[in-house]
């Protein structure tokens, strides 16, 4: 009886042993086994949220210092400007060229498939251009105010899409009635310049009376205002009525 009790005693001895090695080898420090099933699903979770590198978009290049004849936007210039407003106003000058010009700055890409919709319910599509939209806003602020390219410049026409340019492409052919201009200051201080344009359009040598609109005449001059201003990173132009 006795070695009976005996071997129950020493059976249940080693039955707890082995139980508490179990418990301390899990769960005791903790170094043998480390993940519970809710941190489990954490990581899981955490792996399939992951989110993919952002998009790099090419270089904006459709610059005056890349431009192949640079000559052409050299005048008309005002002579009473002085050298740095003179190059702010050459740029200014290329860059609604530019914009106006077939293929706006030469961009190219591929329409969107959904059109959007005009505040009047014209559908229209923008082109996906591959190129960094802060890279040519950057450009277009080294000649004009950033109100001035964010309210008129811009504006519509190219938008930011997750950082890639888009455009609508309003593109045309520049005037070409367009022949010759005279400047006249209006005013000058420390801060701000004004002056005007008399710019002359002519159709001679171009088209006939009878194939013009009936509202054209063979050659007519346009008044056009332009206002520069100092800003923290140089003189920018402000305003520019010039369309080309």
């Known amino acids: 009886m006795r070695k009976i009790r005996r071997k129950i005693i020493i059976s249940s001895v080693v039955v707890l042993a082995l139980i508490g090695f179990i418990i301390w080898g899990y769960s005791g420090d903790g170094s043998s086994v480390n993940t519970t099933p809710s941190q489990t699903t954490s990581k899981i979770t955490t792996e ?49 060229y530019m914009s106006v010009a077939e293929n706006s700055f030469g ?16 559908e229209y599509h923008y082109m996906r251009t591959g190129v960094s939209y802060d890279e040519m806003y950057s450009y277009i602020t080294t000649a004009f105010t950033k109100e001035y390219t964010e309210e008129t410049f811009m504006a519509d026409t190219y938008i930011n899409d997750n950082g890639e340019l888009l455009f609508h492409d309003r593109a045309r052919k520049p005037d070409v009635s367009y022949r010759d201009c005279e400047f006249k200051l209006i005013s000058s201080n420390y801060n701000k310049i004004e002056f005007s344009m008399t710019a002359l359009y002519s159709w001679k040598d171009i088209a006939t009376l ?35």
């Not at 210039?77 to 702010?88: H, R, S, T, V, Y």
């Not at 498939?113 to 005009?118: E, F, N, W």
């Open 107 to 122: 961009l190219t890409g591929e329409y969107e498939k959904s059109p959007r919709l005009s505040d009047d319910g014209h």
């Open 48 to 96: 399939a949220s992951a989110t993919e590198p952002e998009k790099v978009y090419l270089p904006f290049s459709a610059t005056l210092e890349n431009y192949n004849d640079k000559e052409f936007f050299s005048s008309p210039c005002p002579d009473f400007l002085n050298a740095e407003q003179k190059k702010i106003w050459q740029e200014a000058y290329f860059m609604t």
């Open 210 to 244: 009878g194939e013009l609109d009936k509202t054209e005449t063979e050659s007519h001059l346009e008044e056009h205002t332009f206002t520069m201003v100092r800003t923290e990173n140089g003189w920018r132009m402000d305003e520019y009525s010039f369309w080309l």
